[in-house]
């Protein structure tokens, strides 16, 4: 079945490391989004890209960095300059405008 | 720069009754507008998308209305059920810069058996 994976679910990170998620989708979808989610908070966007080799900042994208490879993948690498990374990542893809939008099931990152 | 407001932040009601979660938006400059639902702890789930040409969307027990002009769409939830409990998100995804897609901060539903 065609959708998103986002791995790993949960993941634990030691102060001054980077660490990156993985988003991969089989939907042939152009756009790609990752999206910041703190508990009981709305979703804020770090950083989206339309095609492959582009993307743009979203609203809150210091202290993390993406690339564009591939059109169906699009990971997120979360650095030690990033200084309350703790929280619920989720990535999303949408084939068109006037599409819906699909997401992945989220990644839980944790600082110890 | 759009901004997107969703009210009320939560709403707690006894089971059956009718409500109405409402969304707003700055720029209506929209290509559409979706409609999700977010379980505790899980991703979204798309429940009815509107494109800006369309007055409302209907799927069972759900009818989402858009009003463009000025900025302002509403989910109405029938005959509401235990089940019905998570985060309601609404999304307007814009014409002008189509990549950028800005999120409410949600309306957080519970409905009491």
């Known amino acids: 079945d065609g959708g998103i994976t986002q791995s790993p679910k949960y993941l634990f990170r030691k102060e001054g490391q980077n660490v990156t998620l993985s988003c991969e989708q089989n939907?042939?979808?152009?756009?790609m989004y990752w999206y910041r989610q703190d508990p009981g908070q709305g979703l804020r966007l770090i950083y989206y890209?339309?095609?492959?080799?582009?993307?743009q900042k979203g609203d809150i994208a210091e202290g993390y960095s993406v690339s564009r490879e591939k059109k169906e993948s699009f990971p997120l690498t979360v650095t030690s300059a990033q200084k309350n990374p703790t929280a619920f990542y989720l990535c999303?893809?949408?084939?068109?405008?006037?599409?819906?939008?699909?997401f992945g099931e989220g990644s839980w990152l944790t600082v110890v | 720069k759009q901004e997107v407001t969703q009210i009320p932040a939560a709403l707690s009601v006894p089971e059956g009754e009718n409500l109405v979660l409402n969304c707003s938006f700055t720029?209506?400059?929209?290509?559409?507008l979706q409609w999700f639902r977010q379980d505790p702890g899980k991703g979204l789930t798309s429940l009815l998308l509107?494109?800006?040409?369309?007055r409302e969307q209907t799927s069972g027990r759900l009818n989402a209305s858009l009003d463009k002009s000025s900025g302002r769409s509403t989910l109405y939830i029938a005959a509401s059920q235990p089940g019905d409990s998570a985060t309601y998100l609404c999304?307007?995804?814009?014409?002008?810069?189509?990549?950028?897609?800005?999120f409410g901060q949600g309306t957080t539903l519970q409905v009491k058996p």
């Open positions: 999303a893809s949408i084939g068109a405008p006037g599409n819906t939008i699909y």
């Open positions: 720029d209506s400059a929209i290509y559409n």
């Open positions: 509107i494109q800006s040409s369309q």
């Open positions: 890209s339309q095609i492959v080799n582009d993307f």
């Open positions: 999304a307007p995804l814009m014409s002008s810069n189509t990549g950028k897609l800005i």
């Open positions: 939907l042939n979808h152009d756009a």
